[in-house]
């Protein structure tokens, strides 16, 4: 989609449209059936307050949160009440189902200053986003204000007589978005470990966001080969695939040896405890939520993967991208994926800054792993996991 194309979509739902923040809707309109799914389907819309304001909405009322909005004009929403999501379809054209903070970590020529941004590139801060529309402007989809698709100030340029103002902390370009004024791009390395984390998709998917995107899809993909096969004498694809992401032999001996103590590097773990509650071994559990046959993956609480994950937003985020990529659950490189779009980068320059992969293995642990015990002797025996991890696969 052409930048002025999304501009001009945003800018037309915003004033031409009714609409209604409803989490987790990319534009379904509010007819009977889609009151009751979005009325259940997440935490935030099960609220006496939401749920009515849900309930009230008219037939012709189109449901958006802030990066539903993006997606579903990506996937093609068309404002038409007769289809279940507006004329979107999910997971299409290229665009995977993320968060606002996964869209900006896809982005390209992220910046803090806005005295260079465009139209069509995706503003952000933490937990949200919308879209620069141009002459001091975005659209966002917010429960604050109007509770609704609706055109702020970008209070980072000034304000906007007649808008109400936000302050954002990034900017960036999306690469499912084709610019009129393309900037300097990224280099064929850093394109290829994005690649490789799965921040450009699989096939011909992948090959045309980057063709569309400036680059030249063959350099790149040779690149990621070489990456994928340089480091392979270690005989260990998890580390390998953590070394070829760009991560030091500390880092990724520190976040291998809290993988080795949550899960033993098993990717379709599921939590011991839970085995006999839930009557299924991890081959059975894993085959059951592939298959669908089993519906309760996110809500179960039960520790799942190599990083077993238990609360419910890591889990559903898990499952959709597992979706999203074609994988199992249990995919071992989809979670390590999966894993790294989860870190943030301020952790990740932190993890590769580590003098030691015991200082890494403590970083990883608690800042990000989290366990119920962080004591420091958990926090040694993490430590000297990492230390033999280094001795047996660090250069």
């Known amino acids: 989609m052409k930048d002025q194309e999304l501009v001009q979509i945003l800018k037309k739902i915003a004033t031409d449209y009714k609409t209604l923040y409803v989490m987790g809707c990319f534009g379904a309109p509010m007819n009977d059936t889609n009151k009751k799914r979005y009325c259940n389907n997440h935490e935030y819309n099960r609220k006496a307050e939401r749920q009515a304001m849900i309930k009230a909405a008219s037939a012709d009322t189109f449901g958006f949160d ?17 289809k279940t999501y507006g004329g979107a379809t999910y997971n299409s054209n290229g665009v995977p189902d993320i968060g ?8 390209q020529n992220v910046s803090t200053d806005f005295s260079n941004i465009v139209p ?13 529309i ?19 100030a970008v209070a980072n340029i000034g304000s906007v007589a007649g808008y109400q103002s936000r302050r954002w902390t990034k900017h960036g370009k999306l690469p499912y978005v084709e610019y009129s004024a393309q900037t300097a791009k990224k280099s064929i390395d850093e394109i290829a470990k994005e690649v490789i984390a799965g921040m450009w998709g699989n096939g011909v998917a992948r090959k045309q966001l980057l063709t569309e995107a400036g680059y030249d899809y063959r ?10 096969t340089r480091p392979t004498t270690t005989g260990d694809v998890y580390y390998d695939y953590l070394k070829a992401s760009g991560f030091t032999d500390y880092a990724a001996a520190g976040i291998y040896a809290n993988l080795q103590a949550e899960s ?4 379709t ?7 006999k509650k839930l009557g299924m071994d991890d081959a059975t559990y894993t085959a059951a939520v592939d298959s669908g046959a089993y519906t309760n993956f996110v809500r179960d609480s039960a520790g799942y993967g190599l990083a077993q994950w238990t609360y419910w937003s890591r889990k559903q985020a898990l499952l959709n991208y597992a979706k999203s990529q074609g994988k199992s659950i249990g995919d071992g490189i989809m979670q390590m994926q999966f894993l790294v779009k989860e870190m943030s980068k301020a952790l990740i320059t932190k993890m590769n800054a580590a003098k030691s992969a015991s200082e890494a293995t403590k970083i990883f642990m608690l ?3 989290r366990p119920a015990n962080q004591s420091a002797s958990a926090q040694n025996a993490r430590a000297k996991i990492a230390e033999d991890i280094l001795k047996k696969y660090g250069a």
């Open 367 to 369: 800042e990000f792993e």
């Open 219 to 228: 350099a790149v993909q040779d690149k990621v080969n070489a990456l994928m």
């Open 100 to 107: 606002a903070d996964g869209m900006i970590r896809f982005c």
């Open 120 to 132: 069509g590139e995706a503003v952000w801060l933490s937990g949200h986003i919308g879209i620069y």
């Open 269 to 275: 773990n599921l939590q011991n405890s839970y085995e």
């Open 66 to 82: 802030c990066v539903c909005l993006i997606k579903g004009v990506l996937w093609g929403w068309s404002g038409d009440t007769s």
């Open 134 to 152: 141009g002459n001091g402007l975005a659209v966002e989809c917010t429960p604050k204000w109007k509770n609704c698709v609706q055109i702020t």
């Open 264 to 267: 033993a590097m098993k990717p």
